[in-house]
Structures are given as structure tokens and as C-alpha cells.
T-cell receptor, first 114, second 110 residues
Framework: KQEVTQIPAALSVPEGENLVLNCSFT??????LQWFRQDPGKGLTSLLL?????REQTSGRLNASLDKSSGRSTLYIAASQPGDSATYLC?????????????FGEGTQLTVNP | DAGITQSPRYKITETGRQVTLMCHQT?????MFWYRQDLGHGLRLIYY???????DKGEVPDGYVVSRSKTENFPLTLESATRSQTSVYFC?????????FGSGTRLTVV
């Protein structure tokens, strides 16, 4: 079964710290991987999309890496701010699944303390 | 405004009633999806559609019906609502830029 796992489930850091969120997936045959942010009671906001041929993507203070062979992705957040507090979701589109569907991890709930 | 619009944002319904959640996209994305989000289960795919008049089941389709007569609309119907269908429902579409999600519908079945 194709699964996506995110560790840790929750993370609390002081403002200004650099941090890494982890995502692992069980099948290295993927089309792409997408990181989302979800604020409480809100929808999902796309942060970064990494195609299977890419190793990393960057947007501002965010950097996402992809290592297909080891089934891992990391989301690096530089100089964290209280506004970064949210749940971060990793989602994978596996090659073997039909219909362009995504498989989601359960998320990492990040709290950045002032 | 461009994007995905879901309605209603909140809905309370009684057990056994039929309820329809609406989803509209302003693009012409071929693929559209319905997910539900529940504590302890994350996001799970209910149904998806590859194009108008083409739909297929996802991971948890029981108790739900979808239709897609027009590319831009993808309504989700709960034929006879049950308490286990209390959840937050998200509609999404996908393009080469990845997935885009709507703001969600919070459904409570009492």
C-alpha cells in the first residue's frame, strides 16, 4: 500500500529558528510531491511542488528537497516567524495510482513561539 | 475571482436527509476531486473526475454521489446523511502547477 508519513506530528520552536519538516513515502515511483500549509479552520494553500525529475524547489524562506531513491522529502523553513504557525501537509502523486490523485500525510503541526 | 469556490461554507443537516455540496472552478482544469478531512484520518479521496461526464471512486465513496455535467462544476451529494459523514469536505482541481483546493465545507450531521 502506498503511504505517506510525516514526522514529527507536532513541533514547537522559538521564533528565528531554522527548522526541517520530514515526509517519507513508501514507493519511489512518483510523479510529483507537493507541500501544503493549512491554517486552523481553513483550506489548503500550496507552498511548493516538486516534480519527480527535480531535487529541490525554493520559495522565499522555504526550501523543499526530494530524494526519490530513499523515499524522502524535507521542507526547510529559514528564520521561522510566528506567522509560520500552521499545519504542514505533504502529498504525493504516485505513478501507480490512477486519476492524478494525491496521497496525503497526516501533517506536522508547527508552532513558532514569539 | 479565479479559483475554486465551495458552497456552503457551513452546513448542519439531519440524519437521513439528502445534502449537496457545490464546487465550481473558474479555470478549465480537467481533473477535479472531493476529499474529506477527519481527525486521525487526514485527507481521504471520496471521488474524482477526469473530465465532464467521467467520474470514478476514490478511497471512501460509500454514501456519496457525484456528477459532472459541465467541466467547471463538480457537486457532491450525500444521498442519506449519516453522523459518520460529519467532516470537512474539500474540493480540488489540478493542473501542471499542482493541486489547488477550495476553502472547504464544514458539514455537521445531527
Amino acid at each position: 500500500k502506498q503511504e505517506v508519513t510525516q514526522i514529527p506530528a507536532a513541533l514547537s520552536v522559538p521564533e528565528g529558528e531554522n527548522l526541517v519538516l520530514n515526509c517519507s513515502f513508501t514507493d519511489s515511483a512518483i510523479y510529483n510531491l507537493q507541500w501544503f500549509r493549512q491554517d486552523p479552520g481553513k483550506g489548503l494553500t500550496s507552498l511548493l511542488l516538486i516534480q519527480s525529475s527535480q531535487r529541490e524547489q525554493t520559495s522565499g524562506r522555504l526550501n523543499a528537497s526530494l530524494d526519490k531513491s530513499s523515499g524522502r522529502s524535507t521542507l526547510y523553513i529559514a528564520a521561522s516567524q510566528p506567522g509560520d504557525s500552521a499545519t504542514y501537509l505533504c502529498a504525493v502523486r504516485f505513478e501507480e495510482t490512477s486519476g492524478s490523485r494525491l496521497t496525503f500525510g497526516e501533517g506536522t503541526q508547527l508552532t513558532v513561539n514569539p | 475571482d479565479a479559483g475554486i469556490t465551495q458552497s456552503p461554507r457551513y452546513k448542519i443537516t439531519e440524519t437521513g436527509r439528502q445534502v449537496t455540496l457545490m464546487c465550481h472552478q473558474t479555470w478549465s482544469h480537467s481533473y477535479m476531486f472531493w476529499y474529506r478531512q477527519d481527525l486521525g484520518h487526514g485527507l481521504r479521496l471520496i471521488y474524482y473526475s477526469a473530465a465532464a461526464d467521467i467520474t470514478d471512486k476514490g478511497e471512501v465513496p460509500d454514501g456519496y454521489v457525484v456528477s459532472r455535467s459541465k467541466t467547471e462544476n463538480f457537486p457532491l451529494t450525500l444521498e442519506s446523511a449519516t453522523r459518520s459523514q460529519t467532516s470537512v469536505y474539500f474540493c480540488a482541481s489540478t493542473s501542471v502547477g499542482g493541486y489547488t483546493f477550495g476553502s472547504g465545507t464544514r458539514l455537521t450531521v445531527v
